[in-house]
């Protein structure tokens, strides 16, 4: 039977787990990224996969990155597979996985298979607040983050071991692994419409201007990256973007307002010359497990 895994992601952690995914069903490890120019996506494959990290769900947005979505949309007779999902979060993956439940019925399919990762570790509210009021550095211990991401990995391994995950997604039997109860549902739900008014605030100060519509100012928060003078424009920027929204002209990258917010170009830069704003609350922290051949999938680097 043959399997497809389709995966992004920006810091090694989702690749890490669809490597995994990829090993256990014998299947073809795909990047989301290079699909991005076809028109419409067809599959061979009996089973397939998609591995993607969770973006912006604590803000009442659907939790799948905008390019995947249109991806997705983009695909042709997903009817007739068997569809399956990882995601990756820091902590909250909300209704992520229900939402692309809900866009893939749209197909005419729907997801048979599912389960969410804790990858990340977020900066805690005490460190933010501290940070926001009192104007205290973000910092943190990098081994012992190399660490901590050990372990979860690890109990991402225990957990597919313990459910059988993979075995039954071999059996093409439904493993849906991130239903919630009702109570919960409502309480969630309640609690993401409050989280979604300060994000909107501050992602119209980060793309200065204003309106309602998230992906939007998601693209133009861009604008609020800023560049030190440690840049001496050696592109991996602009190679490491999954929607190619960095140029380089003049030596120097250039925003093209199209921006995912997956911090890519954040965390990867060699001389950590790229910050600003939009990236003070993200740790630079990839994946100690992967190298820039890896996220980049280029024997060349």
């Known amino acids: 039977m043959k399997a497809e895994i389709y995966y992004f992601s920006s810091t090694g952690n989702t690749l890490l787990l669809a490597r995994d995914g990829a090993e256990r069903l014998k299947a073809q490890l795909i990047p989301l990224s290079s699909l991005q120019s076809l028109h419409f996506i067809s599959s061979q494959a009996d089973i397939i996969g998609f591995y993607f990290p969770v ?38 993956p909300a209704f992520t996985l229900d939402n692309l439940d809900r866009l893939l019925k749209e197909k005419g399919a729907f997801l048979a298979g599912g389960m969410d990762v804790k990858m990340g570790i977020p900066y805690g509210t005490k460190e933010k607040t501290a940070h926001l009021l009192a104007d205290q550095p973000l910092t943190f211990d990098r081994e012992a983050e190399a660490v901590q991401r050990e372990s979860l990995i690890n109990q991402y391994r225990a957990r597919a071991e313990r459910s059988g995950f993979y075995e039954r997604i071999h059996r093409r039997e439904t493993c849906r692994l991130w239903k919630r109860t009702a109570l919960s549902r409502l309480l969630l739900g309640g609690i993401l419409k409050v989280q979604r008014k300060p994000a909107l605030d501050r992602y119209r100060e980060l793309a200065h201007f204003g309106g309602d519509d ?88």
């Open 214 to 301: 998230f992906r939007e100012l998601t693209r133009f928060a861009d604008r609020s990256f800023t560049l030190s003078g440690d840049c001496n424009g050696c592109g991996v920027c602009e190679r490491i973007c999954p929607v190619h929204n960095i140029e380089i002209s003049r030596d120097v990258p250039h925003w093209q307002h199209r921006c995912e917010n997956c911090f890519a170009c954040f965390q990867w830069c060699p001389v950590e010359a790229i910050g600003g704003r939009v990236t003070e609350y993200e740790k630079r922290f990839h994946q100690p497990a992967l190298t820039l051949k890896d996220i980049l999938n280029d024997d060349s680097v």
């Open 55 to 92: 973006y912006h769900a604590t803000f009442n947005e659907p939790g799948i990155p905008y390019f995947i979505r249109d991806i997705i949309k983009s695909f042709r007779g997903l009817r007739d597979k068997y569809v399956f999902a990882v995601c990756a979060h820091n902590g909250m």
